[in-house]
């Protein structure tokens, strides 16, 4: 005899494949990935600024990297719409944390487990987020970094390095070969900025403009877009048939 | 004592004679007695600041709250039972991320004062309710628009104003507030007379011993409700103290020149 939570699951997903479809379960504009690392001052993060509709380079100039307050920065890949959405919750949550002003703020790790619940409980009614959101902030108190991550289905992690989507096959090897928790600020940017070429080289729904933010115990700073530097003058790759 | 509502006084969906509703005016005598309230509104923003009578050596000062943030860029300074004030506020916290869900952005000042009229003007319509026994001052500085000052009382009635008072001493304090030339003054003299009127009224012999809590949404605080700098709050507190001093010894001296002049002889 099957369990009632069971049942509630197997309504559920059938529920998703009829129409009208109230429970989406395939993403439509979408961000690439995310890379993140923590380095002596605190933690950095970078993605690029595309949000592509399916095959198509939509939106060229979205940031997939925002402030959540003064401690925390949010990015996210996957559905860009999800995204504006846990934005808003968030910016809810902030909003009356500035109202309440009885002088907390809302800790890195404290939003990082307010997002676990909100995706792990999405996902339970079949109708999840279709995120891969990374947290990364630096809580002053303690003079410690944090940097997690939580996906569409409600798994979290925590750890130094963080890389989502095509980042997760092609980034974490290098991040983790290059990285060093006491590397310094330029050290930590050259590393990540390497590794979004490497991306921008490889995968295909990315764009050569990124955001790069970081989180000290000054707060957060994020960067206007920017461009880095690319390789294509290779001559097999402008005349394949080159015989010498 | 006030005139006896003789029977029409016992409900609030009763009316007497004249045309009165006796519990919505009883109401709002909760208000007298309580700590004074100041609200200011100048050309570079809003200040509103209360007087807290401090009602034990035992009660941490810094968490009994009289003005409340609402949403951001609006400020509540609260009068009267404190508790039922508590209610208007939170109420305003519901309706401020209501409007940004809908509207994307910070409500308004005059948008928030009048669904909190009407939330107040609603508690004196049903007999199972009783009206709220505290008036509010609502400042507000909407990033896409202009300071603003509203006061509204037990009965749900609401006004803008240049500057509000309430609580005990407000005639007083109105009449204080009347020599202003609101269009020019600016938020860091309006810190400094909230102080020198609050001070000036407070009476040693009878009121209780006080501090004041300050609030301001300005251009200098990116248009956001936040509580006036404590250097600022402190520099206006002691010049309110010394001019008081000060009004203290010229009066004493007036009355000591009184006592030396000769008695005036009647003319025959």
């Known amino acids: 005899r099957r369990k009632p939570a069971m049942d509630l699951l197997l309504a559920a997903s059938e529920q998703a494949k009829v129409n009208p479809r109230t429970q989406t379960t395939s993403p439509i504009v979408t961000g690439a990935s995310v890379l993140a690392i923590t380095y002596k001052d605190g933690v950095m993060m970078m993605a690029d600024t595309l949000a592509s509709y399916g095959s198509m380079a939509r939106y060229k100039s979205v940031q997939r990297v925002e402030k959540v307050n003064d401690g925390t920065v949010l990015g996210a890949s996957g559905e860009f719409s999800d995204f504006q959405y846990i934005k808003d919750l968030l910016e809810d949550l902030t909003d009356e944390e500035f109202d309440m002003d009885d002088g907390c703020q809302m800790l890195p790790q404290q939003i990082h487990s307010y997002l676990s619940r909100v995706m792990y409980n999405r996902r339970s009614k079949v109708n999840p987020l279709y995120n891969q959101l990374v947290v990364a902030g630096y809580d002053s108190k303690k003079s410690e970094s944090y940097l997690g991550a939580v996906d569409m289905y409600g798994s979290t992690f925590k750890d130094d390095i963080v890389a989502t989507g095509y980042g997760m096959y092609l980034a974490l090897p290098l991040l983790r070969k290059g990285h060093d928790k006491k590397m310094d600020e330029s050290a930590a940017r050259k590393l990540l900025e390497k590794c979004m070429t490497v991306l921008f080289y490889r995968d295909c729904r990315t764009i050569n403009k990124y955001n790069i933010a970081k989180v000290t115990a000054s707060g957060v700073e994020i960067s206007k877009p920017y461009s880095l530097p690319t390789q294509w003058g290779y001559k097999r790759f402008v005349n394949p048939h080159l015989t010498e | ?268």
């Open chain 2, 1 to 268: 004592m006030s005139a006896t509502g003789s029977g029409y006084d016992l409900s609030v969906t009763t009316f007497s004679p004249d045309g009165r509703v006796f519990q919505v005016e009883y109401a709002a005598k909760a208000i007298e007695k309580s700590g004074t309230a100041i609200g200011i509104r100048c050309a570079d923003g809003i200040v509103l600041g209360v007087e807290k009578a401090i009602t034990s050596r035992m009660i941490l000062n810094e968490s009994t709250r009289r003005i409340y943030t609402v949403g951001i860029h609006n400020g509540i300074a609260i009068s009267g039972f404190a508790a039922d004030a508590r209610q208007i506020v939170n109420r305003g916290r519901e309706e401020a991320t209501s409007y940004k869900s809908y509207y994307a952005g910070p409500i308004p000042g005059n948008v928030l004062a009048n669904r909190l009229a009407g939330f107040i003007h609603l508690h004196t319509l049903y007999w199972y309710y009783r009206p709220f026994g505290c008036a509010v001052l609502i400042g507000s500085y909407n990033p896409q628009g202009e300071p603003e000052l509203y006061q509204i009382d037990p009965s749900g009635v609401c006004h803008g104003y240049y500057a509000a008072v309430i609580g005990k001493n407000k005639e007083a304090a109105k009449s204080e507030l009347e020599k202003i030339d609101f269009s020019t003054y600016t938020c860091k003299e309006a810190v400094k007379e909230i102080a020198r009127i609050i001070y000036k009224l407070h009476d040693e012999s009878k009121d209780k011993d006080f501090t004041i809590e300050m609030t301001w949404a300005c251009n200098d605080s990116k248009k956001k409700h936040v509580r006036v700098p404590a250097d600022l709050l402190q520099e206006a507190v002691d010049k309110a103290k010394e001019m008081k001093a000060k009004e203290e010894q010229d009066s004493d001296d007036d009355d000591d020149d009184d006592d030396d002049a000769p008695p005036a002889k009647p003319s025959k």
